[in-house]
Protein backbone atom coordinates (compact mmCIF):
# COMPACT_ATOMS: atom_id res chain seq x y z
CA UNK A 1 0.00 0.00 0.00
CA UNK A 2 2.94 2.53 0.77
CA UNK A 3 4.53 1.70 -2.15
CA UNK A 4 1.39 3.07 -4.46
CA UNK A 5 1.21 6.30 -2.03
CA UNK A 6 5.43 7.08 -3.13
CA UNK A 7 4.20 6.69 -6.56
CA UNK A 8 1.52 8.41 -6.67
CA UNK A 9 2.75 11.18 -4.91
CA UNK A 10 5.79 11.34 -7.05
CA UNK A 11 3.80 11.71 -9.95
CA UNK A 12 1.74 14.48 -8.74
CA UNK A 13 5.33 15.86 -7.91
CA UNK A 14 5.75 15.69 -11.31
CA UNK A 15 3.22 16.86 -12.85
CA UNK A 16 3.30 20.14 -10.77
CA UNK A 17 6.47 20.78 -12.23
CA UNK A 18 5.36 19.74 -15.48
CA UNK A 19 2.26 22.03 -15.11
CA UNK A 20 4.60 25.13 -13.24
CA UNK A 21 7.48 24.66 -16.77
CA UNK A 22 4.27 24.60 -19.02
CA UNK A 23 2.81 27.76 -17.18
CA UNK A 24 6.22 29.53 -17.18
CA UNK A 25 6.78 28.98 -21.08
CA UNK A 26 3.30 30.22 -21.77
CA UNK A 27 3.91 33.60 -19.67
CA UNK A 28 7.10 34.33 -21.70
CA UNK A 29 5.79 33.32 -24.82
CA UNK A 30 2.55 35.21 -24.89
CA UNK A 31 4.96 38.32 -23.15
CA UNK A 32 6.77 38.22 -26.04
CA UNK A 33 4.19 38.32 -28.38
CA UNK A 34 2.42 40.90 -26.61
CA UNK A 35 5.47 43.03 -26.37
CA UNK A 36 6.60 42.97 -29.82
CA UNK A 37 2.99 44.07 -30.90
CA UNK A 38 2.61 46.82 -28.65
CA UNK A 39 6.31 48.25 -28.30
CA UNK A 40 7.87 46.88 -31.29
CA UNK A 41 7.47 48.57 -35.01
CA UNK A 42 4.43 47.98 -36.82
CA UNK A 43 6.17 49.38 -40.21
CA UNK A 44 9.69 47.88 -39.29
CA UNK A 45 9.73 45.35 -42.87
CA UNK A 46 10.21 45.88 -46.71
CA UNK A 47 7.42 47.48 -48.33
CA UNK A 48 6.47 47.25 -52.14
CA UNK A 49 4.68 50.16 -54.45
CA UNK A 50 3.74 47.95 -57.68
CA UNK A 51 2.63 51.02 -59.56
CA UNK A 52 5.94 53.04 -59.24
CA UNK A 53 8.27 50.11 -58.59
CA UNK A 54 9.59 51.55 -55.43
CA UNK A 55 10.53 49.53 -51.99
CA UNK A 56 10.84 51.28 -48.93
CA UNK A 57 12.42 49.09 -46.48
CA UNK A 58 11.65 50.46 -42.76
CA UNK A 59 14.60 49.45 -40.47
CA UNK A 60 15.15 50.19 -36.48
CA UNK A 61 16.53 53.19 -35.22
CA UNK A 62 14.99 55.40 -37.27
CA UNK A 63 17.09 54.58 -40.82
CA UNK A 64 15.17 53.34 -43.97
CA UNK A 65 16.50 52.14 -47.36
CA UNK A 66 14.73 53.35 -50.84
CA UNK A 67 15.18 51.60 -54.00
CA UNK A 68 13.30 53.02 -56.77
CA UNK A 69 13.22 50.90 -60.09
CA UNK A 70 12.91 53.55 -63.11
CA UNK A 71 13.07 56.63 -60.86
CA UNK A 72 15.29 58.91 -62.78
CA UNK A 73 15.82 58.59 -66.71
CA UNK A 74 14.70 55.14 -66.37
CA UNK A 75 17.29 54.37 -63.67
CA UNK A 76 16.91 52.80 -60.21
CA UNK A 77 17.69 55.33 -57.38
CA UNK A 78 18.73 53.82 -54.29
CA UNK A 79 19.31 56.39 -50.98
CA UNK A 80 19.39 56.08 -47.01
CA UNK A 81 16.43 57.83 -45.76
CA UNK A 82 15.55 58.51 -41.71
CA UNK A 83 11.95 58.21 -40.06
CA UNK A 84 10.80 59.22 -37.17
CA UNK A 85 7.84 57.11 -35.79
CA UNK A 86 4.91 58.38 -33.37
CA UNK A 87 2.92 54.95 -32.86
CA UNK A 88 0.59 56.25 -30.76
CA UNK A 89 -1.16 58.99 -33.43
CA UNK A 90 0.04 56.54 -36.09
CA UNK A 91 2.48 59.30 -37.72
CA UNK A 92 5.59 58.99 -39.66
CA UNK A 93 8.36 61.65 -41.49
CA UNK A 94 10.77 60.51 -44.02
CA UNK A 95 13.75 62.67 -44.35
CA UNK A 96 16.27 62.84 -46.83
CA UNK A 97 19.89 64.03 -45.50
CA UNK A 98 21.15 66.71 -47.92
CA UNK A 99 24.20 64.32 -48.29
CA UNK A 100 21.88 61.28 -49.06
CA UNK A 101 20.22 63.32 -52.04
CA UNK A 102 24.18 64.82 -53.67
CA UNK A 103 25.47 60.97 -52.88
CA UNK A 104 22.02 59.31 -54.91
CA UNK A 105 22.50 62.02 -57.49
CA UNK A 106 26.41 61.02 -57.77
CA UNK A 107 25.57 57.16 -58.92
CA UNK A 108 23.42 58.50 -62.42
CA UNK A 109 25.11 58.29 -65.01
CA UNK A 110 24.33 61.46 -67.09
CA UNK A 111 23.39 65.15 -65.79
CA UNK A 112 21.17 64.29 -62.99
CA UNK A 113 21.35 66.84 -59.79
CA UNK A 114 20.57 66.89 -56.60
CA UNK A 115 18.01 68.93 -57.25
CA UNK A 116 15.93 66.48 -59.26
CA UNK A 117 16.64 63.60 -56.98
CA UNK A 118 15.19 65.59 -54.30
CA UNK A 119 11.62 66.55 -56.29
CA UNK A 120 11.70 62.67 -57.11
CA UNK A 121 11.57 61.93 -53.99
CA UNK A 122 9.59 64.72 -52.20
CA UNK A 123 6.53 63.31 -52.23
CA UNK A 124 8.18 60.10 -50.08
CA UNK A 125 9.90 63.06 -47.67
CA UNK A 126 7.15 64.58 -45.67
CA UNK A 127 4.92 63.63 -42.89
CA UNK A 128 2.16 60.49 -43.45
CA UNK A 129 -1.09 59.41 -41.25
CA UNK A 130 0.11 55.69 -41.37
CA UNK A 131 -2.48 52.73 -41.34
CA UNK A 132 -1.58 48.94 -41.44
CA UNK A 133 -4.00 46.02 -42.64
CA UNK A 134 -1.96 42.76 -42.75
CA UNK A 135 0.38 43.31 -45.39
CA UNK A 136 -1.09 46.31 -46.62
CA UNK A 137 0.18 49.98 -45.61
CA UNK A 138 -1.47 52.82 -46.61
CA UNK A 139 0.35 56.03 -46.01
CA UNK A 140 -1.75 59.71 -46.43
CA UNK A 141 0.19 62.55 -46.37
CA UNK A 142 -0.53 65.30 -43.66
CA UNK A 143 -1.10 68.73 -45.81
CA UNK A 144 -2.80 67.32 -49.42
CA UNK A 145 -4.24 63.69 -48.40
CA UNK A 146 -2.32 61.90 -51.12
CA UNK A 147 -1.84 58.11 -50.05
CA UNK A 148 1.00 56.03 -50.92
CA UNK A 149 0.04 52.24 -50.63
CA UNK A 150 2.21 49.89 -50.19
CA UNK A 151 2.29 45.48 -50.26
CA UNK A 152 4.78 44.08 -47.57
CA UNK A 153 7.23 41.93 -49.02
CA UNK A 154 9.32 40.25 -45.88
Not at 91 to 109: M, Q, W
Not at 136 to 151: C, I, K, P, V
Amino acid sequence: MQNSENIEGKQRKEWKIITAFATVLIVIVAGFFIGRGFLGNPLKGTWRQEDTDMTLEIGSGGRAYLVWEGALEGQELTMDLEYTLDKSTKEITIRAESEEILKAAKEFSGDVSSAEVASTISQLTTSFHYSVDGKELTMTEWDYGEQLFFTKVK
